[in-house]
């Protein structure tokens, strides 16, 4: 048997130009079969198809058409984000443009680690997050000292903003919203920090009466420990939400900020989803308060338009990183590091790591700050649209006008047990994708646009069937 060809080198431009033929043929043939947004028949069919198509995982002698079966059965049991009728998750269909490059990305297979595996990415990265830290931090006083580190997404990126508190504190503890992201509270398991306190949120976003109440409370029950490694006593973290993950809400940022620093406390917004508001002209005044954080969640693979993984962790203050500094003498020598070669190891908690800097670069290269800011726009215009119709139909009831561009309804009169057997059964047809949100007590339908080529027809599309399908 020949030896396989490599993706990079003077040969794989060549080796991959017929296989990507491969995958295109795949992936259409594979929508076609899957022929919606979701194959039907429910899982135990999904995997018996995928069984099928796999058969032995690892044959004795492998066989040609692999990457042609595999990526058609991949794709005939994929959910796609592309389908106007798959709306249930922050999923968003990548940007074909941003694709290709992640495609580039893996051909050249940079690894982020160190500056001798990833000479021009690493200066692309660090070109790229400071200008979105720039575009997070524009109206406060220094934005040019604030940086960004990519990172998987929110859940890292959340994670990431704890550590870096606990760490420039003798001790930290974490306040946030009944409202927050799981994420923050599995933050605070994982790192080893007091129970969180957990605010009230009785309108789907932080009470600040609660919150101040919070604040008061544990001010005067915090112990003093010794002196931090920057000189400080411990204190509260206070996480706020920029895009709630069940309603697309948006707690008071200015207000909040307002509190954190009348109670001297750190504050950090989760804006995975909301983020992307800042390209939008618009939209953007929603995100007032943003730039008071110490540190906020943004994820380009929600409204970004990027593959997974592409989130990152906007910092205020780069003097926070220093935590993460470590030393390895096969990546980072001090001898190489005075030399002038960079250091990367203290950019994340991984070693390893992909360059997904250059999709994202890619992406605001072509499209820019106004081409970006017009699909933010189409979806929060197409939300509007799908809150109208189904509070114009006798049939629906409307939990609330979107913020972003999240619409939860349900069918009138219907019970919970109804609510979720509709969403089951279109799921089971492969018919449409809806998510599920329980609010106020009661168990919504879930759409969530984040399709810009989604049209108005589509929306009453995903209405009737909603109507169809639901029990009499």
């Known amino acids: 048997m020949s030896t396989p060809p490599l993706a990079s080198g003077p040969e794989g431009p060549g080796a991959l130009r017929p296989l990507l033929d491969t995958v295109l043929d795949a992936l259409r043939d594979g929508r076609e ?82 500056w001798d595996q990833a000479p021009a990415a690493s200066e692309l990265e660090a070109l790229v997050t400071e200008a979105l830290a720039t575009e997070v931090y524009k109206r406060a006083n220094e934005p040019h000292k604030s940086t960004a580190l990519v990172t998987t997404g929110g859940t890292e990126s959340n994670q990431l903003a704890l550590l ?23 933050a605070a398991w994982l790192l080893g920090l007091p129970d969180p306190v957990v605010v009230p949120a009785p309108a ?120 993460l500094s470590h030393r390895a003498d096969y990546l980072n020598a001090d001898d190489d590091t005075e030399a002038g070669l960079p250091d990367l190891l203290g950019r994340s908690l991984r070693t390893s790591r992909r360059p997904d800097i250059l999709k994202v670069a890619v992406t605001l290269k072509t499209l820019g700050r106004a081409g970006l800011g017009a699909l933010v726009d189409q979806v929060c215009a197409r939300a509007v649209e799908l809150a109208d119709l189904a509070e114009a139909h006798p049939g629906f009831e409307l939990y609330d006008p979107p913020t972003l561009s999240t619409v939860l309804f349900r069918p009138a009169e ?39 080529h989604t049209r108005p027809g589509d929306l009453a599309a995903l209405l009737k069937l909603v109507e169809g399908h639901t029990p009499r």
């Open 33 to 114: 079969a899957r022929g919606g947004p979701l194959p039907a028949g429910g899982p135990e069919s999904v995997a018996r198809r995928l069984r099928d198509a796999v058969a032995d995982v690892l044959p004795e002698q492998g066989t040609e058409d692999a990457l042609r079966v595999l990526v058609q059965a991949l794709a005939e049991g994929a959910a796609d984000p592309a389908d106007p009728l798959c709306v249930a998750h922050l999923h968003c269909p990548p940007l074909a443009v941003a694709t290709a490059a992640d495609l580039a990305a893996s051909a050249l297979n940079p690894s982020m680690d160190s």
């Open 164 to 186: 870096l508190a606990r760490e420039a504190y003798a001790g930290v503890r974490l306040i946030c919203g009944a409202n927050a992201h799981h994420s923050l509270l599995r």
């Open 204 to 323: 789907g976003v932080m009470d600040l009466a609660a919150l101040d109440e919070a604040l008061t409370d544990c001010g005067d029950q915090r112990l003093r420990r010794e002196q931090g490694p920057r000189g400080s006593h411990s204190t509260l973290l206070v996480a706020a939400t920029a895009g709630t993950t069940d309603a697309g809400l948006i707690d008071p940022l200015p207000d909040i900020a307002d509190l954190c620093e009348a109670h001297g406390t750190r504050l950090h917004i989760d804006a995975a989803y909301g983020g992307g508001l800042l390209f939008s002209d618009h939209h953007r005044g929603k995100l007032d308060g943003l730039d008071r954080a110490h540190t906020v969640t943004l994820d380009l693979h929600k409204l970004g338009w990027q593959p997974v993984a592409a989130g990152l962790l906007a910092v205020k203050d780069p003097h926070d990183l220093d935590a």
């Open 414 to 452: 219907a019970s919970d047990e109804a609510v979720a057997t509709v969403r089951r059964t279109l799921l089971h047809e492969g018919r449409a994708v809806l998510g599920r949100a329980l609010l106020d007590d009661r168990l919504w339908l879930k759409a969530t646009l984040l399709n810009p």
